[in-house]
């Protein structure tokens, strides 16, 4: 199999322009990340794939999708009977109204669904068939009106303590012969996903070393916040928060309809030949993911792939009068 152009290319699909609409479904963890507008549209039956929803706040672009989600998942062709759980910022004003519009109108679902609020700092368990790995939540800095999160997933993973990472295998062997694992192993914490939502630049050390970093690039320069809402990051600051936290591979979306692709490119080239370290940017510009020498672009995982678990499979039809 030719090799993935960027890490996770695999397991992501998504769509995210500024303004209109914003959504990441994570395949490994069945894990839907915002719910913008033509979410299930885009994923058509791989809805019934999607355990959990993690909202970062309540504006229409990353919420409005959840209607026909619901809808779906109650009358199309697929396993109608799995939990879904919808974790949202605890309290947010917006979220409890379309909560609240969902109760009345979509009282009789055929599957238990289930809302999840949520504060920054608080953990929640994910399914993984490869190990144990767990969501964190933190605070984003985006509109004075509501709390909004970001998420970051992590994995339990070991490594060599300090004092042991350069000697040469016969005396690491020798050590934990001698003192015991422990001694010269440490268990910790790796961030491997990010996902931001809409920010001001996320602080560096609530994503520490994170493997992969979904991070939300409105504006490609300073001048373009012409409305000076403060909402948003900048690429130059996008690019310097993921430098800091010393991310590996960065993905930049919700970029503002002003920039077409090639411009996006463009600037992201010039901007990168003055970074000091090796960083993997990628974006996602619509519903295709580019790396910087793609001009075409792809949209994540292949239809073709194996499906997850509730999922019909591509081939088969869905209902029609839903
Ligand atoms: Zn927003």
Redesign the pocket.
Known sequence: MPKAPFPLQDQLRGFSRALFSTWIYHRRFNVLFDAGEGVSTSLLNRVFGIRKVFL??G?A??IAGLINLLNIRNLGAGDQTTELEIWHPQGNPLIEIVKGYLGQTQSELSFPLRWRPLEPGQTVALEDRRGKTHLRAFRTQ??QKQL?LGFNILEGRSRLRPEFAGLPQHEINQAIWSQGKDHVVERFEQIIFTYG??SRPINPEAIADSLFLCHECTYLKREDDERNFH??SILEEVLETATAARVKTLLLFHLSLRYSQEEVRAVLNQALRRLPRELQVVYLYGDRFYTLEDTVGRRGFRDDETTGPGEPGPGKTEEESC
């Open positions: 970062s706040h504006h672009d990353h985006h509109s909004s939502g809409d909402q948003h």
